[in-house]
């Protein structure tokens, strides 16, 4: 079984910095694509950033400019760097990754953290 592990959420003021960082551990044989979604309280959950294995990266409209996404393959490990942040950031911040396992490296599967909180105080 594969877990994904987000960490660096919490309150920032409106104008200030934060860094997520999600760990992907267990079997794993390889990981594709890897990204950050987000949920706000009443709304969708929708895309923020995404980052393919060879490091090609694409934002939702709303946050480039000012969001960041990186990955450390050697560490499993996804990072999304929030600059500039606005109130309207805040959200349940999620982690996914498209996921080879060792018992099956032929069929990736999809794979969710349990969310880490922002909150962007004006």
């Known amino acids: 079984q594969v877990q994904l592990v987000e960490s660096g959420g919490g309150l920032v003021q409106a104008g200030g910095s934060r860094r997520l960082s999600c760990a992907a551990s267990?079997?794993?044989?390889?990981?594709?694509?890897m990204g950050w979604y987000r949920q706000a309280p009443g709304k969708q959950r929708e895309l923020v950033a995404g980052i393919t294995s060879g490091g090609s990266t694409n934002y939702a409209d709303s946050v480039k400019g000012r969001f960041t996404i990186s990955r450390d393959n050697a560490k499993n490990t996804v990072y999304l760097q929030m600059n500039s942040l606005k109130p309207e950031d805040t959200a349940q911040y999620y982690c996914?990754?498209?996921?080879?396992?060792?018992?099956?490296?032929?069929?990736?599967?999809?794979?969710w953290g349990k969310g880490t909180l922002v909150t962007v105080s004006s």
């Open positions: 267990g079997r794993i044989f390889s990981i594709n694509t």
């Open positions: 996914n990754a498209q996921v080879y396992e060792l018992r099956d490296p032929y069929n990736g599967m999809d794979y």
